[in-house]
């Protein structure tokens, strides 16, 4: 069964750091593209970027670029987001998904809260 | 970025047959996909690519479509379809749109 799990959510800061993992199981993680997805509370999503299957390529959308970044440990079968200088409008929850174009599996997703 | 338009609810009764629209602000081709979301969990990718039907999904969803104007029917509808519908495409760096919101009478 495939699965994703993402952790690493919760309250933070203004201006602050945070990184957000997802363990995934169930597949050879090394073969997929993976992409992170949000989702605002007034559940509005938002393509975040992915990655290629080997780590050598990623994208993202472009008003995200510069303070998020997409990383991946085929050897631990773990994505990562690390985001940057935070705001409040990065208040969402932040899915993992498998694919490149649609995403047929997704993480139960965890909440992020950017709030002083 | 391209814009999906999705009209942002419907209710109709159990057994009828229900289409939900998307329209792109330009052509996606068929990069166009489908997914259902219930409350407090997280989206299901219901069609890709158009009119592909994910594995494991019932053979009452479909889709069509090409270009700007994209349609997932559900025929009969069950209440468990109860849900909000998202198109996303893929032609461009990926959009999503708004949803609709699908109430059963």
């Known amino acids: 069964e495939v699965q994703l799990v993402e952790s690493g959510g919760g309250l933070v800061q203004p201006g602050a750091s945070l990184k957000l993992s997802c363990v995934a199981s169930?597949?050879?993680?090394?073969?997929?593209?993976m992409s992170w997805v949000r989702q605002t509370p007034g559940k509005t999503m938002e393509w975040i970027g992915d990655?290629?299957?080997?780590?050598?390529?990623?994208n993202y959308a472009p008003s995200l670029k510069n303070r998020f970044t997409i990383s991946r440990d085929n050897a631990k079968s773990t994505l990562y987001l690390q985001m940057s200088n935070v705001r409040s409008e990065d208040t969402a929850t932040y899915y993992c998904?498998?694919?490149?174009?649609?995403?047929?599996?997704w993480g139960q997703g965890v909440m992020v809260t950017v709030s002083s | 970025d391209t814009v999906l338009t999705q009209s942002p609810a419907l209710a109709v009764s159990p057994g009828e047959r229900v289409t939900i629209s998307c329209r792109a602000s330009?052509?996606?081709?068929?990069?166009m996909h489908w997914y259902q979301q219930k409350p407090g969990q997280q989206p299901k990718l219901l069609i890709y690519?158009?009119?592909n039907l994910e594995s494991g999904v019932p053979a009452r969803f479909s889709g069509s479509g090409s270009g700007t104007d994209f349609t997932l029917t559900i025929d009969p509808v069950e209440a468990d379809d109860t849900a909000t519908y998202f198109c996303?495409?893929?032609?461009?760096?990926?959009?999503f749109g708004g949803g609709t919101k699908l109430e059963l009478k």
């Open positions: 998904t498998r694919g490149y174009g649609s995403y047929d599996y």
């Open positions: 169930g597949f050879t993680f090394s073969d997929y593209w």
């Open positions: 990655i290629k299957y080997d780590g050598s390529y990623t």
């Open positions: 330009e052509s996606v081709s068929t990069g």
């Open positions: 690519g158009a009119s």
């Open positions: 996303q495409q893929s032609w461009n760096d990926p959009t």
